[in-house]
């Protein structure tokens, strides 16, 4: 397993560790091997992170397919390894709610207020400063968008 010590933004090195130690099997030191990539990966990340797809390095599934070396992780894989990154990293609830939200909800906000609530519930951040990201999140996915649009 890859050295966790070396994450700079690591916040549960306790959760982390129980994470490793319980994943011994190939498809959990899959999840575990991608998240910890990830981590590293933010570790450095500048900027925001952005709505959206691959090839994009500034959407969280963009950051994923680039930090997968085990060749092609599924789609529930991912949800682990944003799951891992959420509690264990500085940057996860952040990381959480920029993979959470997508353009199939992103004008739902039932299911907005629902990801806002599992960060806030799991103490990684107050309401406000939740609600304040995701909306600039949004707010920055439609405006590039619409600037994408017009080109087409």
């Known amino acids: 397993m890859k050295n966790i ?12 560790q129980a994470i490793v130690d319980t994943n011994k099997d190939e498809y959990g030191r899959a999840c575990v091997s991608v998240a910890v990539n990830v981590m590293k990966r933010l570790d450095k990340f500048v900027g925001d992170f952005n709505i959206g797809y691959y090839p994009d390095l500034t959407t969280t599934h963009g950051i994923i397919c680039k930090c997968d070396d085990q060749g092609g992780i599924t789609g529930f894989m991912a949800e682990n390894v944003r799951n891992i990154v959420t509690k264990c990293h500085s940057l996860g ?6 993979y959470s939200i997508n353009p199939y909800n992103v004008d739902e906000i039932e299911d907005i207020d629902r990801h806002i609530g599992s960060v806030v519930n799991a103490g990684l951040c107050d309401y406000n400063e939740a609600k304040l990201y995701t909306y600039d999140l949004i707010k920055r996915y439609k405006t590039n968008n619409q600037k994408q649009n017009k080109w087409k």
């Open 93 to 98: 609830w952040k990381f959480f709610l920029a």
């Open 5 to 16: 010590n070396s994450i700079k933004g690591l916040i549960n090195k306790e959760e982390l």
